[in-house]
Structure formats: C-alpha cells, structure tokens
C-alpha cells in the first residue's frame, strides 16, 4: 500500500503540474491586469465589511475559515521538508507561487460565490458547484465531490495530527496514542456542533496564532537583521542554481516549492471556494479578492516567517536529489516542525519546543477543522441526488478515525498521502477553473465599473449575461446590503455592538 501510494504521487505530482499551477496563475495574473497587486487597499478594506445577510458568513469569518485550511503545518513544517529536499530557493518559488497564486485564488472563489446555493439553511459552494452549474458536467462535479471527500477525509487530514503528535513528543515527551486520543475527541466536539461552531472557532483562534508566531519571528529576525541581505542572496542565489551548493537542484527547487507552496497556500486547488461561497455579500468579487488577500496572509507572512528562522539560525539540513546530504545543521533529524523548534530555541533556549508544539497544534487543529467543513460541503452536494443522511455521519467518522491514524504513523507515509489529495485536487480544479473562467472577469469588470461611479458593488448575473446564478436571481444583491445597513453586526466578533451580550 505504501508503495502504490508513493508511486501515485510521483505521478500526479509530475513535472506538468508544476507548470500547470505556474502557467494558471500567470495567465490569470495577465487577464485580470494583475488584480493581485491593482486591488490590494481594496482587499484591505472588504476584510471589515459588515456582514450582509442573517444566514451566511462575515466575510472576515470566512476568510478565518479559509485561514484555517491554509494556515497549518505547511506552513511550519511544510517549509522545513521543502529548504530540506529543494533548498533555499525553495523558499522563492513559495512566494511566486504565493503572488501568481493570488489570482488563481481569486477566479476560484469569485466563480464560487457566482454559483453558490442554499442548501438547508447554510450556503454551499465550491468547485463541484460551478462545475455542475457552469460547465454543465455533472459527472465531471461529481468526480470532483467524490476526490475532495477522500482528500479531506481521508488523505490530507492525518498531516496536521502528525505535526501535532511530533511537535508534543519533541517538547513534553507525550506518546503518539495519547496525542491521537485527544486531538480526535476535541475535533469531535467541535465539528458535531457545524459550520457556525466552526466559524465562531477559528475566527477567535486564527488572528491570535497567526499573530503570536509572526511577532515570535519577527523578533528572532529582528535579532539577526544583519544577517539577512546574506539570507536573501541565498535564497535567489539557490532558486536559480547560481549558489556553488546547489547547482544541480534548480528542478528540485522548483517542485518543491511549488509543491510546497500549494500545499500551504492551496491557490488553485479548489479548497477556498467552500468556505468563501458561505460569507454573506452582496458581489461575488468581493468575496474572491478577500480570498486572494489570503494566499498573501499564509505565505508572504507566516511562511516567509518560517523560512527566515530556519535560515538565519542555520536549523536545517539540505539533501541532494540523489540522497546526499548537502548541509547538516541538524544532524539525524528528519524534517519537519523540530527544525523551527530548533531555530526558536537558538535565541529563546528552552522555549522553541513548548511554543511550536503550541502553536502548532492551533495551526494544525484549525486546518483539521477547514478539511472537515470541505468534506461536509462535498457531502452536502451530493446529498441532492443520493439523499442518505447516514453518509454524513459516515464521513464525520471516518474524519475522526483520520485524525487519529495520522497521529500514530510514520510522517513520510502521511506527507505522501496529503500530497495524493492536494495533487488531484490541483488537477481538476484548475482544469475546470481554466474552461469556466470568464464569468469571473465578467464580475471583476462590473465590480470595479460600479466602484468607479461611486456605488456599493451589487450583481445581478442576467444583466452581464452569466446563466444558472440561481441564488443571485431577483433583488437578492439588495437584499443583502438591507441587511447590512439594518443590522449594525460587527463583522470581528458578530456581536451587535449596541447590544453585545
């Protein structure tokens, strides 16, 4: 089994989908004008936008919610294994990624929020949603609910409880079964109580871990700024084979990174159209340059933190593509979350094990709870057709007994399988977001049309010509900034702030 599951990654992750993912956000990036960079103080602004509707989400829980599934042990450990098998150039190739990223993060969600539906109280939407309603292949959106089940449910999840069982048995010496048995019981609690649990979960937790880890970095950074015109030298120096070290590993670089990167950040893989299709606004576009803002949160800050840390402190080892080891700082430790730890402690001695254990395991449990809601999103459009109540239940069990799987076994096995998952997700996502794409630059045009005359962007799709936007049928955009002007929520907290209890 494990052996069948290493060769079908090196399959899925062969050297065309690293030029898919690259060539995608690029043309993306063209079409759009650069919308990644054009709309920035505008992405900025949407973050704090009321929410817009009783039902759905605040834009800012949704971001949190995306946050959850991007923010996790890709970006701790994900970026140790990536400078350990592609060097430091890797790190580089995470940033393009990152930047051309954005807008494939953009297409992706702006579609998503186009074809969302309600579906028993709660909005839904996502990849299978678009590919149904705009591509008109049911069997091509069923395909597609049916990989991201098994992704989300199966493949990715046991990552984040495998950083989270190493990182505790690093720093307070906890065996593997007892972590497994308790990140499985809290994962149970949380997702038995749904999407608002959830949402009201992460929208705390995501803002206070991401800040926490950034002003820990950015102080070890700040302690060793002379060092970083060298760091930054090394890591173009590397991305482009000019370092005399890592002359032969431009490829590996790239994949790497580039793996890595999507892992982290999952622009394109089709993982942010759910959680962005349930915030409540009143234009789709609104919701997709929120989310392309996010791909910049997880990589050009908390990855880039990372990568920083491990470099400077030199709490890394680098090996050859042919199994060599190039550089041991850390002799006879496998890659993962020890490297940070290591790096923290080189400057804070005594505290890098207990702080990346802890943050880790926020890092990790919120991204176990953003697989849960896609698993459930994928569950829900299928229940249209099949209606069997009983696979929901089949699927949160079946989550939990990921969890705990991922705690007990070997890394290796558990990274390779999360790459399966990510991978296939790639693939058929950007296909589809690749044929399905114009209804998105339609809405970006309108959008930025109505913000040049001074207006609250709303969509009406059977004014632009966009079909089977059923949600958005009517005086539904209106509907919802009335909401909005009536109901004084606070988009942070979701509280009334005249009446906050």
């Not at 926490?212 to 060092?227: C, H, K, P, R, S």
């Not at 997709?288 to 920083?308: E, H, M, N, R, W």
């Not at 790096?343 to 505290?351: E, H, K, S």
Request: hydrophobic content about 50%; charged content about 15%.
């Amino acid at each position: 089994m494990e052996d069948f599951i290493h060769t079908l990654n090196a399959v899925i992750w062969s050297p065309a989908l690293v030029a898919f993912c690259l060539g995608a956000g690029l043309f993306f990036s063209i079409r759009s004008r650069f919308v990644q960079l054009r709309l920035i103080p505008e992405m900025w602004r949407l973050l704090f936008q009321k929410k817009e509707d009783e039902i759905g989400l605040s834009s800012f829980q949704a971001l949190s919610l995306t946050l959850a599934g991007r923010v996790g042990t890709g970006n701790i450990a994900g970026v140790a294994t990536a400078i350990c098998f592609g060097g430091p150039g890797a790190l580089f190739w995470m940033w393009v990624v990152a930047f051309l990223g954005a807008s494939s993060a953009f297409v992706e969600s702006t579609l998503g929020q186009i074809y969302k539906e309600r579906i028993e109280g709660q909005y839904r939407g996502g990849p299978a949603f678009y590919i149904e309603r705009g591509l008109k292949l049911k069997a091509y959106a069923w395909a597609f609910a049916i990989v991201t089940i098994l992704a989300s449910c199966f493949f990715c999840p046991g990552v984040q409880s495998n950083s989270i069982a190493l990182a505790w048995n690093e720093a307070f010496g906890l065996d593997a079964e007892v972590t497994a048995a308790i990140v499985a019981s809290i994962t149970c609690f949380v997702i038995v109580g749904g999407l608002r649990r959830i949402a009201t979960f992460t929208s705390w937790v995501v803002p206070f871990m991401a800040q926490a880890y950034i002003v820990v970095a950015l102080i070890i950074v700040g302690v060793n700024w002379e060092q970083i015109p060298a760091v930054m030298t090394l890591i173009v120096n590397s991305a482009f084979g000019f370092d005399s070290l890592t002359g032969g590993m431009l490829g590996a670089a790239i994949a790497w990174g580039v793996k890595r990167g999507i892992y982290s950040n999952e622009a394109g893989q089709g993982t942010g159209p759910h959680a962005s299709s349930a915030a409540a606004v009143s234009h789709p576009a609104k919701q997709g340059l929120v989310q392309a803002f996010s791909v910049y949160i997880d990589t050009l800050f908390v990855c880039s933190a990372t990568g920083f840390m491990i470099l400077m402190t030199g709490c890394y080892n680098m090996q050859a593509p042919d199994g060599s080891m190039i550089f041991e700082g850390l002799k006879g430790v496998e890659a993962g979350p020890v490297y940070t730890q290591a790096a923290i402690d080189q400057l804070m001695p005594g505290w890098g094990g207990p702080f990346i254990a802890i943050t880790i395991f926020f890092f990790a449990f919120t991204t176990i709870l953003g697989y849960y809601y896609m698993a459930e999103t994928n569950m829900a459009y299928l229940n249209r057709y099949i209606r069997k109540p009983v696979l929901m239940s089949a699927c949160k069990a079946i989550f939990i007994g990921t969890v705990a799987f991922g705690a007990i076994n070997s890394s290796t096995l558990i990274w390779t399988m999360a790459d399966v998952g990510v991978g296939t997700m790639a693939w058929l996502n950007l296909i589809a977001i690749m044929l399905l794409q114009k209804p998105a630059f339609i809405a970006l045009k309108d959008y930025e049309r109505q913000l040049k005359d001074g207006l609250n962007p709303v969509f009406h799709p059977e004014q632009l010509g966009i079909a089977n936007a059923t949600y958005w049928e009517g005086n539904r955009a209106e509907d919802n900034l009335a909401v909005e002007e009536e109901s004084g929520v606070d988009n942070l907290t979701g509280l009334d702030p005249k009446n906050p209890v």
